[in-house]
């Protein structure tokens, strides 16, 4: 979860006024939460410049959205809480997810009732399921520019672990890219107290030789 809160906050501290909706931590926690991992420390001039908006006991998106017209950025977390009036789905089913991310996909694109819109950029944290696909909705990969995987991973095997089986590394896959002409691209980033941070070259030697001895 750091690393879309880290990507916000250093876009925050570059002048961009960001929105977070939190549907699964209440205000006061996702504070604590961010000053406990020092999120608040590393960027100063974020904090004035991000809203929290707390929707565990509000999950209506399209209010979300209304709420991000004087924003550059959002982050909704997560896509499995919300939902739409509109639907008598609950939140989490695959009627409701897609609209979520299809809702925020017009607001980025200018379309619809956000033709007038100031031009803005959303994150939607979503959980994977055991097959890679996000929140098991297949959907949501063709509502959004982006999708990146991240993986708890193990440097001495090369083998993807379980959510309580860290090692300090994470494999990041781009399951797919707008941006960019390929796809399942891969990088590696240590887990630190200050979020996710670029290997040294002696951890990258250690990862391509362990990423060898598990093809094999």
Same mark, same amino acid.
């Not at 609209?99 to 980025?108: G, H, N, Q, T």
């Not at 959303?122 to 890679?132: K, S």
């Given at each position: 979860?750091?690393?879309?809160?880290?990507?916000?906050?250093?876009?925050? =501290?570059?002048?961009?006024?960001?929105?977070?909706?939190?549907? *699964? #931590?209440?205000?006061? $926690?996702?504070?604590?939460?961010?000053?406990?991992?020092?999120?608040?420390?590393? /960027?100063?001039? @974020? *904090?004035?410049?991000?809203?929290?908006?707390?929707?565990?006991?509000?999950?209506?998106?399209?209010?979300?959205?209304?709420?991000?017209?004087? /924003?550059?950025?959002? #982050?909704?977390?997560?896509?499995?809480?919300?939902?739409?009036?509109?639907?008598?789905?609950?939140?989490?089913?695959?009627? =409701?997810?897609?609209?979520?991310?299809?809702?925020?996909?017009?607001?980025?694109?200018?379309?619809?009732?956000?033709?007038?819109?100031?031009?803005?950029?959303?994150?939607?944290?979503?959980?994977?399921?055991?097959?890679?696909?996000?929140? @098991?909705?297949? @959907?949501?990969?063709?509502?959004?520019?982006?999708? $990146?995987?991240?993986?708890?991973?193990?440097?001495?095997?090369?083998?993807?672990?379980?959510?309580?089986?860290?090692?300090?590394?994470?494999?990041?896959?781009?399951?797919?890219?707008?941006?960019?002409?390929?796809?399942?691209?891969?990088?590696?980033?240590?887990?630190?107290?200050?979020? $996710?941070?670029?290997?040294?070259?002696?951890?990258?030697? =250690?990862?391509?030789?362990?990423?060898?001895?598990?093809?094999?």
């Amino acid at each position: 979860t750091l690393f879309p809160y880290t990507t916000l906050f250093r876009s925050a =501290q570059n002048d961009v006024r960001a929105i977070i909706f939190s549907g *699964e #931590m209440p205000k006061a $926690l996702f504070s604590k939460y961010a000053h406990r991992n020092g999120i608040f420390k590393r /960027y100063p001039a @974020a *904090e004035a410049r991000i809203e929290i908006v707390d929707m565990t006991e509000c999950d209506d998106v399209d209010y979300a959205l209304s709420l991000t017209e004087d /924003y550059d950025l959002s #982050m909704l977390d997560a896509v499995r809480v919300f939902r739409t009036y509109k639907y008598k789905n609950k939140a989490g089913s695959p009627t =409701q997810e897609t609209y979520v991310a299809k809702s925020f996909a017009k607001r980025c694109h200018g379309k619809g009732n956000f033709k007038k819109s100031r031009p803005h950029t959303a994150i939607l944290v979503a959980h994977g399921a055991r097959n890679g696909d996000i929140s @098991a909705v297949r @959907a949501l990969e063709h509502a959004v520019d982006a999708v $990146l995987l991240l993986e708890n991973f193990d440097p001495e095997t090369g083998k993807t672990l379980k959510p309580r089986q860290r090692k300090g590394f994470v494999r990041i896959v781009s399951a797919k890219n707008r941006f960019s002409f390929w796809s399942d691209e891969l990088g590696f980033r240590a887990v630190k107290d200050r979020g $996710l941070v670029l290997l040294g070259s002696d951890e990258d030697a =250690q990862i391509a030789e362990a990423i060898q001895v598990a093809e094999v």
